[in-house]
Every structure is written in C-alpha cells, then in structure tokens.
C-alpha cells in the first residue's frame, strides 16, 4: 500500500474518529458527573442532525451558524430532560440499572417521535460545499470533512479549556473526583448534573450536523454510533481528552482495518481490541462508587417471601396458579398463547439474567449472546448430528454454560467496565455466527428446525408448547429458588452489597461470580434451544445487542432480585408492544413512556407491587 | 375490555351490512412501519392502500380491509403478527414480510394455517421450504442478478467487477447470486467483501476497490448503504460503473446519491420512466396521493391485493384455499394481468416478470432494455 494510500485511509478515520469522540464525550461527561450510562446520547445525535436540516433549508443560515445554533438548541433539550425526568429519579437514589433503562425509554420514545415528526426515510442534507476536492500533501481532501474535522476538533479544545481554566470546569472536576468534599466546598451537585448534561446534549447534537452531511439525517443515525462512541469513551478511560484520543485512534484502527484486512472481520478486531484494552488496562479495585444495583430491595429475608410461613396459604397460592394456568390453556386463543410462549421463553433466560444482575450485582449486556449459543448448538446438534430434542436441549444448555465459562474472566471487571466488556463479548459472539458459514450458514441462517419431538410423538400445536415452556420455566424457577436460598445465594448477595466485607468474611468472591454467570448462561441457552423449535428459523439478528438490553429491561421492571419478579417483568415487556398494538405510530413513543413512568414511580419494579400487596393482606389477617 | 371490544365488533358488524350487500375481504399486511427498514415497510403499505382504495371507491360486489402490522423488521414480532392476522383476525391472505428472514420465518407458520403468504423478500430460500401457500411477487436474486451481471458484461462491456454486499440474509443472497453469475461466465469478482449492517463509513473497502482495479461496482442491501457507497466513491475520485439491484430501485437512492448515482445502471421491475400510458397514470396517481414516485415494491403490493381480489370475484368465495389455487393456477400468461403486467408464478411459488434495465441520466430513470 502506497503512502498516500494510507493517508486517505488515515483521514477519512479521523473524519469518523471525530463523530465518535463527541459522542463519547457526552458518554464520558455523564458517567464522570452521575456514573449513568446515557442510552438517550444518540438520540441528542438524531436531534441535531434533524434540526440542523431544518435550519439549514428554511433559514439558509451558514453551516457553522447552524452548528453552533443546534450545539444550544440541543442542549436546551438535554437540561429539560434533566429536570423533568432525570432528576426526580436521581434525587431518589434509586439504582443506577433504574436510570439506565429510563434513558432507553427515552431513547425509544425519542425515536419514535422523530418517525412521527420527521418521516421514517432518511433525507439528503442539501449541498453545502463544493464536491472539487481540495489537493492538501497529495491528498483528496473534501471540503466538508476539513469543516467537520475543523469544527470537531474546535468543540474538543474548547470543552478541554473549559475544564481545565474555567472556575466551573475546575468545580465540576473536584465535584466527579470526590462529590463529597467537593460538596463540602460549597460545589452546587445539582448545578453541575445540569450543566453536565446540558454540555452532553450539546455535543451529541453538534455531533449530528457533522455526520449528517455524509450519512443523511435519519431518526436511526444516533443508534449506529453509539456503540462506537461508547468504546471511545472506554479507550480513553471516560477522561476528556483521552476519550477523544479514544475516538479518533478507534476511527483510524478500524478505518485502516477495513481497507487492509477483510472487513468480515473489521468489527470483530475493533472489538477485541477493547476488550483487551479493558481487560490490561482496567485492574480491578475496590469499589468506591455506587454499584450498579445499590438501593435495590434484597429478598434475601423471608420476610416478603409469598411461599413461607403460613403452610396452608402456601397450598392456596400454588392451587391458585395452577387454576390460573389451566384456564389460561384453555381458554387463549392461539394468538394470545403465542404471545405468551415467546414470552415464557425469555423468561427461562431472564431468570439466569436476574442471578446474574439482580443477585451477584454482575452487570450483563451480552446475555443474548448465550441465548443465541443455545439455539445454534440445539439447531445444528439436532439437525445435523441427529440428537434427539430431550438431549439436545440440556446439552444446549451445557454448551452456553461453557461459554459463559469460557468468557468468564471478563467478571474481573466490575461496574460499567463490566457492562461494556459483556457487551463487546456479545458482539463478538454474533460476529462469530456471521463469520463461521461453515457452521452457522452465516447471515442466511437456518431454516426448517424440527419441531420437538418425544420419542416419535411430535410437538406442534400452541397449546403443547405452553405446556412444553411453562413446565421448563417452572423447572427452571425452582432450581433457580432452591439455589437463592441456599448459602450459596446468600453468599451471591453477600457479594452484591459489599464485595470486601463479604470476602473478610470468606467468601470467595471470584469464584461465586463465575458460578453465578455459568448458571445463568444455562438457563439462557436452554431458553435459546426452546426458542429455535418453537420459532423453527434462526439467524444471527436474534440475538443482537438489542435483545441483549430487552432481557435487562425485563429484569429491572421486574424487580432486581426477585425471582417472581423477573417472570412477570419478562411478560410485561414481551407482552406491552403487542398490547399496543393498536396505537400505530404512537406504539413505541407510549413504550418509551411507560419504561420512564415506571422507573420513576416505581423503583422497585413489579415485584413492589406484589410485595406491598402481601404486606398488606397480611396485616389484613393479623 | 374483551366485551367492549365484541361490542363495537357488533355495532361495525352492523354498519357494514347497512351499508348494503357488500361483503369485505380482509387482508393482511405486516412489515417494518418503524426501525431500519421503515421506509421500504411505506412501500408496501401505501401500494397495498393505493390498490384497495380504488377497489372500495369503485363500490362493487366486495370491499378491501387491510390490516396492517408492524415488525420493526425482528422476525419475533413478524411471526406474531402473523399469527395474530390469520387466527385473530382471519385475514384471507397476508402480504409480507419485506425483510427476507422474517418471511422465511413466516413460512412454517403460513403453512400451518394454510393462509396464501405474498412476499416481496428476495431471500432464495423463501420459496424452498416446500410450502404450498407462499408466493414471491419479485424477482428472486438469482433471477435479477443474473440478469444484472448479463446485461454488464455484454451491453455496458464490463469484465472487472467489485462486489461490496451488507452482511445479512439479503445482501448475501445477493451477492452471492451475482458471484454465480459471473462464474457462469467465467469470471469472478475482483473484490468481495461484506460490510456491517450499521458502517456508514467506507473508505477501506473502497480504497481496496480501487488497488484492485475494478471498473464496475455491485452493492447490494438497503438503499441508503447503496448511495452512500455512491457517494463517498465519488469523493474518493472514483469513477466506476454502478450496478443495482431491486433494493436500489427505490427513487430515495437517487434523491440520496444526488449526482454520485449519475450512470448507475439498476434492474428495476417497475419503473416510471416507462412511457406506457397506463403506467404513466399510474405513477401520476402513486405521486399525487403519496408525493414521490412509486417504486417496485408499490407495484407489487398493488398487484397482489388485486390479484387476491380477483381471485375472490372469479370464485365468488372469500377463502384461503381459493385464493392460494388461484394464485397457483397462473401458470401461463393472459390469466391475470396487473401493473407489471402478465403475472405467472412457477412451481415454488416464484414469479417471474422481465427487469428493466434503467440507468440514472440527469436524475431521471432512462430505460435501456427490458
């Protein structure tokens, strides 16, 4: 490759470079000021881009006019979020998980407000600069990507002089190091929550009118960066300007990549790159922020425990569900049954999900991936090894155990390291299937799964699969309840809210997380198998990042640590969308919705309902 | 809930038969309405909708109902979906997916039912299930990259071809296709390479394109990838011939390519360039309802709720099994004749139509061949 080659390649990474360093900044300055991960960052991306179209065809206003312009509007929108939703749900200390998935409410709802105000196509900016490309050192060189890496890399050292010469910049410093004494010199934590997502906003929407000239202003353009910019931030140790050295070295590497290696494999290096990275460079230590899943309600007591205690209350309940079931089979008709099925089966996997995340505190954005590894391994050891469905299921099971033991060492890592790395794994993982044709048929899939059989008997109907998924998820449940009792659950709990006391006092703190993680990566293969016969076609999409964050969703609407809670929660989530149904358009902006109502009036998830409703009838009795 | 729902049933149930003797079919479309693909989902339903809308307004013996479902293009919610119109809502017929895996996950479930599935999924596995009641209303890939990697090397003379295809169900199925093609001429791709559904950047593939020497470029996935490719080729210097399939025939890539799709050569089954005065009122109409030009997929939505119309009136029977034999009994031309013109599906349920071959002059669709 000749030198000017390389060069072309190299700029036009630092072009992209520059797209990911401000979103990751965003990323960066959220985390650093409410250790929050901010689904909504892209939207801030989608925004701009949509509002600086806006501007540029009806006012016709310069390009940096407007720039600057969508920088303000942009961040007005981010400290109007701040106020009326964020805030309330910080302010009582609920989880972080709680806020995260606020974010995605708002994330979804955004979206789905851009289709209805914007249209669903993606739309052209109009010409802004000339096409002659300008010769710099041989080089092609477009106008617009010298304005976006000009203006990039304007915001990048305006923000850096910011924090560094600015009395709030420096307060804002002192507040992220240490909030408490900072506090104590009289730093306003309010003010700098505001400014710092007001300054996050700011740079996403700034962000989108930069890329849209190249990309055109989609309401989807903020979801293909995100993930991107979120790795810029984690190269650079979420620091100002290491993620924007962050940004720019991932745009150059896989830039570089794609034009010399094959691009099949781009994203698998860019991934893997991070995960290293992650892994050398980010040493564990003790944990000095707010975990993950703090301020969540244990049940580790048996206190709000429905099936203890009063033994004949106990026969009631059960007598009672199983009415429940057996009317429910019945009487649904086939939509309504299939909807639950696909339902029940997330719930298997939620359930190893919530031992994950909701008793070990381990936090997972890849747990679709093992999901994924069960239906594959099920699928190709029935199809083409001609196992039998009984045998290939467990063995399913077993094999996305493996595989969760195989990528255990990543539990090293705690906090949102851990939440990043998982979900580079995760992406790896389906990488992998669309890479390895010769095993997973790649992007094509694999159709004509056969449906379960026992012993020549074949399974078909809706009702028989209720039957077949309900009976694994009571299985599962009640191995998965066992174990949360045992000392070994407690100990996972133990772990949960204070790793250190709970080694002072024992317990091997490694050695539990990976137990935790290896179980709950069965119970997500065994869910995957179900899912493949039932759905008898599967390919790599189903298991993406996506799905990945749903199974969270359903765990924290459920209710961290609550088992009973994880089902319903995998119910509601699979079953709103269907319900609403009826909305249209304003389907996913009522989703949205809900998913923000609930984290800020009801913390605890569903499982609050249910444990307040027992306290109370209870005391009732009493 | 339930029994408000019966009741309003009870009062529209009412209406309806007040209205007169008209009875109603009911159709079922599911697609992306919302998430990546929206924007190929609004073909098919407002084509569907143009068709139905004429039929209705023209008051004859039947009425077109479409119930229309949303996928966000995950197969998971397809397959509800379509459950949901075919047991919930007894549909007659359903139309989808657009997205080649979700209607081959539709397949099994279609065929259970026995509810005839039009689709306009180009995915070559679709119609190899050995499913009696699926249709594809286009041009399979093999069938249009055939006739795409034909029509280059003999008319525009090209021999050096690059191959950049998006890296799911469609894409692969295309490329690969036109790889088959080529081989069959005894040639290959000088580059092959797959790209992530969500890169927008390509500078890499391209820098290779051009180390190769290549002088004409086939991508294939969803149109924005296409144009984008278009573009960012352009800015790079490049002057290749593009090649298209039906997934570029959409008039947003040239709205989004701008001058870097000037000369792309596409295969298109519809195109308003044709100066056919049906076809001219056609588009006139498609464009004054919906402001732009129809596209492909307009056409064939439109067609095929026609089609089952047709079906239905010959019969007289508003019924699943007429309406699959129907379709199944165009086996020659001259039974059933839409916008697209004679419609015959063969043994597995693949239409087949001829392509335009169109290049894009001045912003304008020019027809080169048929």
Redesign the interface.
């Given at each position: 490759?000749d030198i000017q080659?390389l060069g072309?390649?190299v700029l036009?990474?630092l072009?992209?470079g520059c797209v990911y360093s401000l979103v990751g900044l965003g990323f960066a300055l959220t985390l650093r000021a409410t250790e929050l991960i901010n689904f909504a960052q892209g939207e801030m991306v989608m925004l701009g881009s949509f509002i600086g179209l806006t501007l540029l065809t009806t006012t016709g206003l310069p390009y940096a006019a407007v720039f600057v312009l969508v920088a303000i509007a942009v961040g007005l929108v981010g400290v109007l979020l701040e106020r009326t939703i964020l805030r309330p749900i910080l302010d009582r200390r609920a989880p972080l998980l709680n806020l995260l998935i606020a974010t995605l409410g708002l994330s979804i709802a955004l979206q789905?407000l851009a289709?209805i105000v914007w249209g669903?196509?993606?739309v052209?900016y109009p010409?802004l600069f000339s096409?002659e490309?300008v010769m710099v050192l041989g080089l092609?060189v477009?106008a617009l990507n010298l304005w976006i890496l000009g203006l990039g890399l304007g915001v990048m050292a305006a923000l850096h002089w910011f924090f560094q010469h600015t009395m709030t910049g420096v307060s804002w410093r002192a507040a992220s190091l240490d909030p408490a004494t900072a506090a104590l010199f009289g730093v306003n934590r309010r003010r700098n929550v505001a400014l710092t997502f007001a300054i996050s906003a700011a740079v996403g929407g700034a962000a989108g009118v930069l890329?849209a000239p190249?990309?055109?202003a989609?309401?989807?353009i903020g979801?293909?960066v995100i993930?991107k910019a979120f790795a810029a931030g984690a190269i650079g140790g979420f620091g100002i300007v290491g993620t924007m050295l962050g940004g720019l070295a991932l745009g150059v590497i896989?830039?570089?990549?794609?034009?010399?290696v094959?691009?099949?494999y781009?994203?698998v290096i860019t991934y893997s790159a991070l995960l290293v990275i992650l892994m050398v460079f980010y040493r564990p230590t003790a944990r000095a922020g707010r975990s993950i899943t703090e301020g969540a309600k244990v049940v580790a007591s048996d206190v709000v425990d429905l099936m203890s205690g009063d033994r004949r209350r106990a026969a009631l309940l059960v007598a009672g569900g199983a009415a429940l079931w057996l009317a429910f089979l019945l009487l649904a008709?086939?939509?309504a049954l299939?909807?639950t099925n696909?339902a029940l089966i997330a719930a298997i996997a939620v359930l190893g999900l919530q031992l994950v995340v909701g008793y070990t505190g381990q936090f997972s954005f890849g747990h679709a991936a093992f999901y994924g590894v069960g239906a594959y391994a099920s699928t190709l050891l029935t199809m083409k090894l001609g196992v039998p469905f009984v045998l290939a299921v467990p063995l399913a099971g077993a094999t996305a155990a493996l595989a969760g033991l195989l990528v255990a060492p990543v539990l090293r890592l705690s906090g949102h390291f851990l939440a990043i790395a998982t979900l580079a794994m995760g992406e790896i993982v389906q990488?992998l299937m669309?890479n390895w044709k010769w095993l997973t048929n790649?992007?094509?899939?694999i159709?004509?799964i056969p449906l379960p059989s026992f012993a020549g008997w074949e399974l078909?109907s809706e009702e028989g699969f209720f039957v077949l998924i309900s009976g694994v998820l009571a299985l599962v449940y009640l191995l998965l309840r066992r174990l949360t009792r045992s000392r070994f659950g407690r100990s996972l709990v133990a772990v949960r809210e204070n790793e250190l006391a709970a080694m002072s006092s024992g317990i091997r703190a490694d050695r539990q997380k990976i137990t935790a993680f290896v179980v709950g990566s069965a119970c997500a293969g065994v869910a995957g198998a179900l899912y493949a016969h039932y759905?008898?076609?599967i390919?790599p999409?189903?298991f993406s990042f996506l799905a990945s964050v749903q199974m969270v969703t359903m765990v924290v609407i459920g209710g961290l640590g609550s088992l009973p809670g994880g089902i319903v929660g995998a119910l509601a989530v699979a079953l709103l969308?269907?319900m609403l149904?009826a909305l249209?358009?304003y389907?996913?902006v009522v989703y949205g919705g809900l998913l923000i109502l609930f984290m800020m009036f009801l913390p605890g998830g569903l499982a609050d309902i249910g444990r307040r409703a027992w306290r109370l009838a209870a005391r009732v009795r009493a | 809930m339930r029994v408000l729902l019966a009741a309003s049933a009870v009062a529209f149930g009412l209406g309806a038969s007040a209205a007169g003797a008209q009875q109603v079919i009911k159709i079922g479309v599911v697609g992306p309405m919302t998430g990546a693909f929206a924007a190929v989902g609004q073909s098919e339903i407002t084509g569907a909708e143009m068709r139905a809308k004429e039929i209705n307004a023209a008051g004859g013996k039947y009425k077109i109902e479409l119930v229309t479902e949303d996928d966000a293009s995950n197969c998971d919610q397809t397959v509800n979906a379509t459950v949901k119109l075919i047991t919930k809502d007894n549909v007659v017929a359903v139309l989808g997916a657009m997205n080649s895996p979700c209607a081959l996950a539709m397949v099994p479930i279609t065929r259970r039912y026995k509810t005839p599935q039009f689709t306009a999924g180009v995915g070559t596995s679709i119609t190899k299930q050995g499913s009696d009641y699926v249709f594809r209303i286009a041009v399979g890939s093999i069938g249009q990259t055939r006739e795409l990697a034909a029509f280059a090397i003999d008319k525009l003379g090209q021999s050096k071809f690059a191959v950049i295809y998006s890296d799911d169900e469609y894409g692969a199925s295309m490329a690969n296709g036109f790889k088959d093609a080529l081989a069959a001429r005894g040639m290959q791709p000088l580059v092959f390479d797959s790209v992530p559904r969500a890169d927008q950047d390509f500078t890499g593939q391209l820098t290779k394109i051009k180390a190769s020497g290549a002088t004409a470029l086939f991508t294939t996935g969803a149109f924005t990838f296409s144009a984008l490719m278009a573009k960012q080729a352009k800015q790079l210097g490049m002057s290749l011939q593009l090649l298209g399939d039906t997934g570029n025939a959409s008039p947003k890539y040239i709205e989004l390519g701008g001058d870097a799709v000037e000369g792309a050569v596409l295969v298109e089954p519809y195109t308003p360039a044709d100066p056919d005065p049906k076809l001219q009122a056609f588009t006139a109409k498609y464009k004054q309802q919906y402001g732009r030009d129809p596209d492909g997929w307009v056409a064939e939505h439109y067609d095929a709720v026609e089609m089952i119309h047709q079906a239905v009136l010959k019969s007289g029977k508003i019924d699943r099994q007429t309406v699959r034999d129907f379709a199944a009994s165009l086996k020659a031309p001259g039974t059933f004749r839409g916008i697209l013109g004679d419609w015959t599906f063969d043994a597995t349920g693949d239409a087949s139509f001829n392509l335009y071959k169109v290049q894009i002059k001045g912003g304008q669709k020019v027809i080169l061949a048929r």
């Open positions: 490759m080659t072309q390649l036009s990474g072009t992209i789905a289709i669903r196509e993606p052209a010409r096409d490309p092609r477009q890329i190249l990309f055109f989609s309401f989807g979801h293909s993930v896989e830039t570089l990549a794609a034009g010399i094959s691009s099949d781009k994203n008709d086939t939509y299939r909807i696909m990488l669309l790649g992007a094509y899939g159709y004509g078909e759905i008898a076609y390919s999409e189903s969308p269907e149904r249209a358009d389907r996913l | -």
